[in-house]
């Protein structure tokens, strides 16, 4: 589903005597004392599905299977916090120091999910699906995955999804493709973006760059039938909690109007510890 | 846990020469190929905890117990969206009319999570805790709420968690208070609210200012020991998929540069229905 | 200057044992008790360069010649507000109206300057040059204006910087080209952008799409050798008091949490005047 | 002029059956091919006023003199950058890093003048009104900057526009009072920094505390009728084109998603200049 595309201007009005237009919505219906969200009460789904379960209703208007329920939590999980070391946590946190409330500090991060950060779904989304348009036309999965990176390299374009500016080996890739593959719900995007895995591992420089998460969500949602415009909407839903607590932390343990340097900070919390056996 | 209060201005220092000082952060650590939120390996969460989980982990340290985790879930989902109804909600839709990317659209609407919207529950925290000070010098739960009140309407101030623009009976808030009650996680908080409640309901305009889901989320953070900017920062967490959808629903269905008035909307989504009953 | 275009990715490295690398500005100077701005010190600038002449000297590196100044003031002058009609104006009353700070207001409004607002300067100055690139092989200005506007037109797409939402011949351009022509700085692109005009005004529908500011600002900028990007700052600049004011007003003169609905405005403001004669 | 105090909730309605309620704006009247700033026509402006005039005009509602125009010219000028050391400057670099637009690098900049940043033109409006209103009751100018430094100190406050990161004696001030006293515009508001500042100076730490910009912003604002929330905008009015530049430079000449570590920036543009005879 595209914005439509419309002139951009047509016939100029007079603002003040335009007639009034009613426009529509779909999601959440208010009338007195009852607010409903894709049909269902709220009061209805509060303690019955889960907040990931719900944003699945919000943004696809249905319900998740079991099965997509359980790889939305993982994606929104796999995206939760990057540490100090995302540009958009240091936007958050330079804004703290100034004294600003929190939601203009998460304002502040959430406007760094930009071109280079987040931004790489959606394109590693559209890349995949160039590839999956070669394999319907009788080309095999590896010559595809060959020819799309090497259009890519032709524009001198980073190949979208893969490499990471400080993983060799992205954990959270790894575990979300072993989900889908538990939970056999891997299709032709997964496929396919694991034929490019293939390809670029056979470059000279291809082991610095493997799949990262931002790849292995673009697979994943094109399995499930998530479009890229809400692949793009989970990315900032599932990161705004880590900018809220570094912002937060930040409030608490430093003092105001200070210069935040990335590479001075230490880290000082729980040491490394085991998911308690009743969780798994 | 307060913010640390300094001077705002100590001996000026040269920026150019100032010294590396370390400053510290206990929320996630990053090594090359490792992520740890909290000491947990963010790979081993995926799958085992749900986002909620997540967020109370990385918010307050620690994992939450089952009924804990529970009411966080409620809480979040309690929250998810109002429609098209709230300031913030218009704000981002009037900049996605513009062709803002979803993120600029996400943060203008955070931007309206101000003093009037959201903001309530940080003082309705403040508010329950005059009363349990009252309490624990001996004062009844009823005479501590009748106290406050009058205190409030003394200074002509709303009081805090109570009435609602188009509710006169919040549905959110009655299912959380049942929640917890049936969790056996209600105490203190949530017996003075009720107290507020009755004293509320005996006065001339009682009836139309029945708490509302702000002054239910502050009695039930009170009660698990979430502290008020916290529970500021769950507010900002649980609204931002609705932000986001309904930016999302403007982009799609609506065309560029529009005025949008909010009487003219008109809902057109699911009828209402039933959460069916394996999920209950 | 385009941005360095560098791959998104590189080989990862440890971020806390990353080295020191030196970065540059040629902005401003900060020294103890000195402020050099393009290396004028900032109190010596004050009451000698008004605010105009000082925002091209820190975007463009050197003090404008008395026209250039003239024609910059002029610039930011016309773009300041434009009542409550526009998208961004709607997005930071929705957010005053909140409760929320003033800063926080404006941040929600200049984030609704996008692609249909405001973008139509970065866009024309391309179209515009697209046209001159023509004329440098020895079409017509008339040929190359009728190209570029067929060219727009085979991909369904607006002709930037014509047309206005609600005039049909902008005020504000038609001033700004009688200025570029009495301080005799119009050149080439102003010579294109006419003759624009005039193969529009020969098509069907041309009467109701004159040049609008953003093609006139677009014009003056490319015969001023001020680049698109920074055209684009200037029309942030310049938009600022407007949106400022309007939340400001919003603040004082309404309650708090309304639905603002821009069809029911009234103008109660200052009757028409001129000028007086001294200033002029 | 005081935000209207109202009751944040009233009687619920029903939204979708509201009745239409007219509102009012005094700033900017629209009508086809018209448009009028506070009466005047906006194309009949261009050319005549100044930005820092129209900006008066927009904000107080008539033309300033000619001597309080000079005034507004030179505290936009004075506020316009601070090179790279203020965080709101950093949360734009961190913001445009990711490759966002240059409009929300200026959002995530102006969200950061914080309390701590800016926001202490207000306060200190404030302390000097609370100054003279003692000196109105019969107290001498020296005993009430005694008194009212007194009571900041005994809340461990901060003496508001007093005391600078960076400078023991802040340039920018003493031009605006030498520009004040010149233009004959200096009143009681400036007379009681004076003797606040003679307070400070007889403190053990005094001479570390000048008077910085915020201050004489403050006085100044106050002795020409600018209240203290026009003051604020004017604030963030200023700093636009500083913020705007710096994301541009780092837009330009830096490569995409670093780390910004503020300790490592080179100044290495113009060296010191004089501004020439001809601009005197």
């Given at each position: 589903m595209k914005p439509k595309k419309k002139s951009r201007v047509s016939r100029p009005v007079d603002p003040l005597h335009a007639p009034h237009e009613k426009w529509h919505t779909a999601l959440t219906r208010i009338e007195p004392n009852k607010i409903l969200v894709r049909g269902y009460p709220l009061d209805e789904i509060m303690g019955r599905l889960t907040f990931g379960d719900t944003i699945y209703l919000l943004l696809m208007g249905e319900m998740p299977s079991p099965g997509i329920g359980m790889l939305m939590e993982a994606m929104l999980v796999s995206f939760i916090d990057h540490g100090i070391t995302p540009p958009s946590t240091l936007a958050a946190r330079n804004t703290a120091t100034t004294g600003a409330p929190l939601r203009a500090c998460v304002a502040a991060g959430v406007l760094g999910f930009g071109r280079h950060h987040g931004g790489d779904i959606e394109s590693c989304m559209e890349f995949l699906d160039e590839g999956l348009a070669l394999v319907r036309t009788g080309t095999s999965y590896r010559d595809a995955a060959a020819e799309i990176v090497k259009r890519c390299e032709a524009e001198h374009e980073a190949i979208p999804g893969f490499g990471h500016r400080f993983h060799t080996r992205d954990p959270r890739a790894a575990r979300l493709f072993q989900m889908a593959f538990e939970l056999e719900i891997d299709g032709a995007h997964i496929q396919m973006i694991r034929a490019v895995e293939l390809v670029m591992a056979g470059?000279?420089?291809?082991?610095?760059?493997p799949v990262n998460i931002d790849g292995a969500i673009a697979a994943v949602c094109g399995d499930i039938g998530i479009p890229p415009e809400i692949a793009n909407a989970l990315f900032i839903i599932s990161r705004v909690p880590g900018i809220a607590a570094q912002a937060q932390e930040e409030r608490v343990r430093e003092h105001p109007m200070r210069q935040i340097d990335p590479k001075d900070a230490v880290y000082d919390g729980a040491a490394q510890r085991r998911v308690p056996d009743k969780r798994r």
């Open positions: 470059r000279p420089d291809g082991h610095a760059l």
